[in-house]
């Protein structure tokens, strides 16, 4: 089994006694590009802001061996976890290749910090390659296209050595062309790494998720592959209210296949 | 002609030294949002470090060049002990750390006047810095001259770390996203500190150059500290180089004003066109602006 594993247990999140994350237990192996789906509130952007560090929360997430709670933000991210948030969120006034340069020179000393260093990396340049931007490595990120930013996110957690990736909403507000290339440049990322994606985009979900996990009301809901989770009917109680539905109903919101 | 002349030089000499005392401020509390009202204290510090200096090396030449890295770093560590002590504990607090830093300026006020005495001081300077320089049938003070150069300098020196070092990159990326610097691995907190380290650092620098427009005293930083706020805020929070414009502005209009009324008068006159400005512009001479959707 690989080493590189990303295992929540009993992880939990209140905020003044709200709970939005309710115990939940989670493992995403390597080479799995797993989607949380589920409703608003779900608690789904609030499960990676725990593991990224940026909310408090109790329980044990680890990742590769080790604990993540309770250390800084930017010791996690040093530690191979990498994250992208809802709205695009890039530095907007540095350029394509700064963003990227600031993600991939993080552990840099502080007299390394002071000199001006010449020429592109190639892990920057790979980066960029990888996500189509190199044509732009001199735009200020904030007029980039909105696909374009998440696409740059994307890419300054590849030159990060991200090996566990938690994407949010990836392709909110994306035309489908860039869905479907973003699809793929998730796939193909996945193959090395574990990639967690938290998406409302059901047919996005339905194309690329290699497994899927249901949260609704902070609990894990659901999880297994794309079909399993649409037949599940708790699933489409929570996506479609109490009572029983037809295949119809489910198919119009869940989509084909259920 | 005479009078364009010197009016003109005189408002960019006022400027330059606005510019120098606000220089830092534009980093601490334009691009951090610190509100640092020690900062005029940190000032008087590297007067006072000037002053030091040419005590134990003698020689006004030499001691002046020596004063300004020792003043750098006099500044720097004031503000790095000021940030690390009180600041990060009130940040998103602003007005607990305007009453905080305050109390902090009257401290170090108090401190100067035990250390060394009520009266003010002189630090005089190089034979090569005083007299005249004769360009054209005017004359212009050497110490003037050099001051206006070091305000440049500094400027230039500053955008360039900023725009081109890693570690200037990082400064900018906290200040746009901090959330975001974090996730990609950067320490904020150590990038705080680094900026406080260089604005405070620029404060004791712009000491220095005040021993050179008379002698200095334990109230050297409140005359300062007013002017470098409002130069920071006309400019636009957060722009160098508004901070720079507005400062050579302000030199400008207040020679001017100054030149047909009184000091006095020109201060009020000043503000109320400041006021004036800020009714139109709210958000000073540059904004920022991008296609961010959050």
Redesign the interface.
Do not use: C
């Given at each position: 089994m690989n080493a590189d594993y990303l295992e929540l247990t009993d992880l939990t999140v209140s905020f003044d006694g709200f709970v939005a994350v309710d115990h939940v237990d989670l493992t995403v192996l390597q080479g799995d590009l797993r989607f949380l789906i589920g409703p608003n509130g779900a608690g789904k952007t609030t499960l990676i802001d725990a593991v990224?560090?940026?909310v408090p929360a109790t329980g044990r997430a680890e990742f590769g061996g080790q604990d993540l709670l309770g250390r800084?933000?930017?010791r996690i991210?040093?530690m191979g976890v990498?994250?992208t948030?809802q709205?695009?969120?890039?530095?907007?006034?540095?350029s394509v290749l700064?963003n990227l340069?600031?993600?991939a020179?993080?552990?840099?000393s502080?007299w390394?910090?002071?000199?001006?260093?010449r020429g592109v990396p190639p892990s920057v340049a790979e980066a960029m390659e990888t996500v189509g931007l190199t044509e732009l490595a001199d735009t200020p990120a904030?007029?980039l296209a909105?696909g374009q930013k998440q696409w740059l996110e994307i890419g300054?957690l590849l030159v990060?050595d991200a090996r566990l990736l938690m994407l949010d909403e990836p392709v909110a507000g994306m035309s489908g062309e860039e869905k479907e290339q973003t699809g793929h440049l998730l796939r193909r990322i996945s193959a090395d790494t574990t990639v967690v994606v938290v998406e409302h985009d059901m047919d996005f979900m339905r194309a690329f998720a290699k497994s899927v996990t249901v949260l609704h009301a902070g609990k894990v809901l659901s999880e297994g592959s794309v079909a399993q989770v649409q037949a599940d009917p708790l699933v489409q109680e929570v996506y479609l209210g109490p009572g029983s539905h037809t295949a119809e109903e489910a198919a119009i919101v869940l989509g084909e296949g259920v | 002609m005479d009078v364009l002349v010197t009016q003109v030089f005189n408002g960019l000499s006022g400027g330059s030294i606005l510019l120098l005392a606000a220089l830092g401020l534009a980093l601490t509390f334009g691009q951090m949002g610190v509100i640092n009202m020690a900062h005029g204290e940190f000032i008087m510090a590297g007067a006072y470090t000037a002053f030091v200096m040419q005590q134990v090396l003698g020689a006004a030449g030499l001691s002046l060049l020596v004063s300004l890295p020792m003043a750098f770093l006099v500044g720097g560590l004031l503000g790095v002990l000021l940030e690390a002590t009180l600041l990060r504990r009130m940040y998103h607090r602003p007005l607990d750390t305007l009453l905080v830093t305050w109390g902090v300026s009257l401290i170090l006020q108090q401190l100067a006047r035990d250390v060394f005495g009520t009266a003010g001081v002189d630090v005089p300077a190089p034979g090569w810095l005083s007299g005249p320089v004769e360009v054209l049938g005017f004359s212009f003070p050497r110490s003037r001259l050099f001051i206006l150069a070091l305000a440049i300098a500094a400027v230039v020196a500053l955008s360039l770390?900023l725009r081109?070092?890693?570690?200037g990159?990082?400064i900018?990326?906290t200040v746009?996203?901090r959330?975001?610097?974090?996730?990609?691995?950067?320490?904020?907190?150590r990038t705080d500190v680094?900026t406080f380290f260089i604005g405070s650092g620029l404060a004791g620098v712009a000491g220095v150059v005040l021993t050179l427009m008379g002698s200095i005293s334990s109230n050297l930083g409140t005359s300062y500290i007013v002017d470098a706020f409002l130069v920071v805020i006309v400019g636009g929070i957060g722009q160098i180089k508004g901070a720079v414009i507005a400062a050579f502005v302000l030199g400008t209009v207040q020679s001017w004003v100054e030149y047909s009324t009184t000091a006095s008068i020109a201060k009020v006159i000043l503000l109320a066109l400041v006021v004036a400005f800020l009714q139109a512009r709210p958000q000073g001479i540059f904004q920022?602006r991008?296609?961010?959707?959050?």
């Open positions: 990224s560090g940026l800084k933000v930017h991210a040093r990498g994250r948030f709205t695009a969120t890039v530095f907007e006034e540095l700064q340069d600031i993600a020179g993080s552990g840099r502080a390394t910090l002071l000199r001006r260093r904030g007029i909105h300054m990060q | 770390a081109l070092t890693p570690l990159r990082r900018r990326a746009q996203n959330q975001l610097a974090e996730s990609s691995g950067i320490s904020t907190r680094l920022v991008t296609r961010s959707l959050a």
